[in-house]
C-alpha cells in the first residue's frame, strides 16, 4: 500500500520556507507521510496578484526576520539573519530544483541550498552555493545548470507554475491534502491533520 502523500509546494526565494525545508524529513520519518516536493515559481505568481510582500516595506521585513528566527529557535535551526534577499537568481535557483524534481537528488539539492544561504550567507542561485549544494546533492554543475537554464527545462517551470495557480496556490511554502490548500509553514501540521482525519484535529 502506498504511504499517504502531501504535496509540498516549494519556490526557492521564500524566506519562511526555510522552516519547512529543513525540518520536514524529520517530520515525515515521524508521522510515515510521504511529502512529494513540487519546485515553482512563486514570484511571477504574486507579481501577477500584485502582491509583494516586503519590498518598500522595512517595518513588515524586519517583523519577518524577527519571526524566522523565533520558530528557527523553536525547531532549533540554526539561523544567521537577515539572509540575503530577495535573491537575484530566484528563476535558476528554481530551474535547478525543476531538473532534480524527479530525483533523491533535487530535495537534497534544495535543503543545501537552504542551509547555505540561512546558515552561511551565502545566496541561493549565485556562486559558491550553486555549485556547491549541486555537489553535496551528488551531481556535477556545470551539466545541471547547463540543462536548467534550456528550453525544455524553461516549459517544465512554467507549466509548474500554473499548476501551481490553477490548484489556488499563491505563496510558498504551501501543502496540498486531497485540494485542500494550507499555506505556511505553520500550517504544516494542520494539513497533516487533515490527512489523517479529513479535519483539523487540535493538538
Not at 485540494?179 to 489523517?196: H, K
Amino acid at each position: 500500500m502506498d504511504k499517504p502523500t502531501i504535496d509540498f509546494w516549494i519556490s526557492i526565494g521564500s524566506t519562511y520556507s526555510y522552516l519547512s525545508v529543513m525540518r520536514i524529513e524529520q517530520v515525515a520519518k515521524a508521522t510515515g507521510i510521504d511529502f512529494r516536493w513540487r519546485p515553482f515559481s512563486v514570484r511571477a505568481i504574486m507579481i501577477e496578484q500584485n502582491n509583494v510582500p516586503f519590498r518598500g516595506k522595512p517595518v513588515k521585513m524586519n517583523y519577518m526576520w524577527r519571526d524566522i528566527e523565533r520558530r528557527a529557535q523553536l525547531y532549533n535551526l540554526p539561523a544567521r539573519l537577515p539572509a540575503p534577499y530577495p535573491l537575484s537568481e530566484f528563476d535558476l535557483a528554481n530551474k535547478v530544483a525543476i531538473v532534480g524534481e524527479d530525483f533523491d537528488w533535487g530535495k537534497a539539492y534544495i535543503q543545501a541550498t537552504y542551509r547555505r544561504w540561512f546558515q552561511n550567507g551565502e545566496e541561493a542561485g549565485l556562486e559558491p552555493n550553486l555549485s556547491e549544494s549541486l555537489r553535496e546533492a551528488g551531481q556535477r554543475p556545470e551539466a545541471i545548470i547547463e540543462q536548467a537554464r534550456s528550453e525544455a527545462v524553461e516549459r517544465r517551470y512554467q507549466q509548474a507554475t500554473q499548476h501551481a495557480k490553477s490548484s489556488g496556490i499563491f505563496g510558498s511554502p504551501t501543502f496540498v491534502v486531497n485540494g485542500e490548500v494550507f499555506w505556511g509553514d505553520d500550517r504544516l501540521e494542520d494539513a497533516i491533520s487533515w490527512l489523517r482525519h479529513g479535519r483539523i484535529e487540535p493538538g
